[in-house]
Structures are given as C-alpha cells and as structure tokens.
C-alpha cells in the first residue's frame, strides 16, 4: 500500500452538467453575497446494518451540509475526488412545507466519484 501526504485542495466544483457549485473556502472578506455551497447529498445506507446476521435492506437518503472544500488525492496509483462537507440535524418539514435544520452536526468526507449530479 502505498501511502502519500500530497493532495490539491479546490474551492469549485464544476459538475458534468457544466453548473458549478462553490465551497465556503472562497469566501472572501466574509461579504454577504449569494452563495451555492450547501448541497443535498443522497446516500444508500443499510436499514438492518446494527444487526450483523440480517440481510441488507438498503434505503436512499437524502442528508444536507455545507461544503467546506473539495479535495483530489491519489492513493494506490488512483485518483479520488472528496469534498469536506459540514452535515446538518435532521432535516424537519413543517405543516407549510418548509425545510429547516436547528444545528450543524460532523464533518466528513463525501466520494463524489459516484456522484449523479
């Protein structure tokens, strides 16, 4: 295995649809201005995965975040591209059909090679 501390961060994102999508790393002297760096992210996660001996029950979820940065790092000879993203609480929809959050919650890095934008 082979092992390097090297990686090229980035600040932009530019999707295979040509829309770009920003990370908070470029905000430049806090200025209020318009900004597209929070994302909702959709996840398979595994209903059962508590319980070792069940069958998988896999379910897509839909979770929001804001992105930190976007990271390129190879690691055995192959390329990865990852974003940091800030995650929220749950996502709570009120009786209007409003969306809201109450806190940031982790951190983590996101793989967007399979990302479907």
Do not use: W
């Not at 979820?61 to 990865?80: P, W």
């Not at 929220?88 to 809201?100: A, F, N, P, R």
Request: glycine share 4%; hydrophobic share 30%.
């Amino acid at each position: 295995m082979e092992v390097n501390n090297y990686g090229v961060r980035y600040g932009r994102l530019r999707t295979s649809d040509g829309q770009y999508i920003s990370s908070c790393c470029i905000k430049r002297n806090n200025k209020i201005a318009r900004n597209n760096y929070c994302a909702q992210i959709r996840r398979t996660i595994d209903k059962l995965a508590h319980r070792p001996n069940a069958p998988p029950q896999l379910v897509i979820v839909d979770i929001y975040g804001i992105v930190n940065y976007y990271l390129v790092h190879e690691f055995n000879h192959q390329v990865y591209m990852l974003a940091y993203v800030q995650l929220t609480s749950k996502i709570v929809e009120d009786e209007y059909g409003c969306k809201h959050f109450t806190q940031f919650r982790s951190k983590e890095f996101i793989d967007l090679n399979t990302d479907k934008r």
